[in-house]
């Protein structure tokens, strides 16, 4: 059973948009959670992440926002750049552990 | 580099033998974790250790792998009797300075299997 999922395999916008990945997963007991970026031929790269007692963190063109009660969690880049397009991959903890539960990805093109 | 260095990057064996993986991470990085990825699949976690402690291990790390990290440095994963259902990309990832602040998990390139 898929715990993170990411239901868009692909988003398309156009350069300067805003691009909006999103994610939800189904274990409430997940305490924190990452989105990591991934270019071909390349291992996954950290962006941004979010603990469960905040609904928000911000990051430069990066913004993840968290919903507890809907289980969801979405980033936002804004605004995209032809550089961001890559498969993104929402992540999720539990508390204590290490391991990360990852979502199937979003591959992001962002057209010039 | 002060990268996450695997090797090989390639790897193609035949169904039934042993292939072993190597792992450097990030110099000083306590932290260390093994992750497999199939085609259309985000990374599914495997093992992690702590220094030279294993201390998760996934149901998914049958009996067939196992991995090491003898002096807390570098890693090894051992695919035993291989099948083709091991074809994947096998990444490793390192994080965390001792006694400073925690750090995510930096990846590396992976090394990608094809059992035939």
């Known amino acids: 059973d898929q715990q993170v999922k990411q239901n868009s395999p692909s988003l398309s916008v156009q350069e300067g948009r805003i691009s909006i990945l999103n994610c939800d997963y189904t274990?409430?007991?997940?305490?924190?959670f990452l989105w990591y970026k991934k270019y071909p031929a390349e291992g996954p790269t950290f962006l941004i992440s979010i603990s469960s007692i905040k609904d928000k963190n911000e990051d430069g063109r990066f913004t993840v926002f968290l919903n507890k009660s809907a289980k969801h969690l979405s980033l936002h880049i804004v605004p995209s750049q032809p550089g961001d397009s890559a498969v993104y991959f929402c992540?999720?903890?539990?508390?204590?552990?290490?391991?990360?539960?990852f979502g199937s990805g979003t591959r992001l093109q962002v057209q010039p | 580099d002060t990268g996450v260095s695997q090797d090989p990057r390639h790897k193609i064996t035949k169904r039934g033998q042993n292939v072993t993986f190597r792992c450097d991470p990030i110099s000083e990085h306590n932290r260390l974790y093994w992750y497999r990825q199939t085609l259309g699949q985000g990374p599914e976690f495997l093992t992690y250790?702590?220094?030279?402690?294993?201390?998760?291990k996934s149901r998914l790390l049958s009996d067939r792998f196992s991995a090491e990290r003898p002096k807390g440095s570098f890693s090894t994963l051992e695919i035993q009797r291989t099948e083709q259902g091991d074809s994947a990309m096998y990444l490793c990832?390192?994080?965390?300075?001792?006694?400073?602040?925690?750090?995510?998990?930096?990846f590396g390139q992976g090394t990608r299997l094809t059992v035939v």
């Open positions: 250790f702590q220094n030279e402690a294993q201390l998760e």
């Open positions: 990832a390192s994080s965390s300075l001792p006694r400073r602040v925690d750090t995510e998990a930096f």
């Open positions: 274990n409430s007991m997940f305490d924190y």
């Open positions: 992540a999720a903890r539990f508390t204590g552990r290490r391991a990360l539960t």
